[in-house]
């Protein structure tokens, strides 16, 4: 660990964003984001039009995930931790 650097708490989250979500690059943008936010995890479109997504970081970088992909309303719930996942990635 760095000096002077703080370890923040790490949570994960399972999210289903519905609305305009597919067909519109929500998902590339959320990988973008998710990435330049330093999160894990992944994100699918679903056969019912919403987007699903398990995401992992600090409670903050979550939240303004959250924030930049306001395109609809969304249900979040949380989940354990998955201590080796490194990536946000999306899925098909």
Known sequence: ????????????????????????????????????????????????????MEVQGTEDEIRRLIQGLQEGPYIAENLPLKEKEREFRETW
């Open 1 to 52: 660990m760095r000096k002077g650097h703080i370890m923040r708490k790490q949570i994960r989250r399972h999210i289903y964003f519905s609305g305009r979500v597919q067909e519109v690059g929500f998902r590339f943008t959320a990988c973008l984001l998710a990435r330049r936010l330093s999160l894990t995890g992944w994100g699918k479109n679903l056969w019912d039009g919403r987007v699903e």
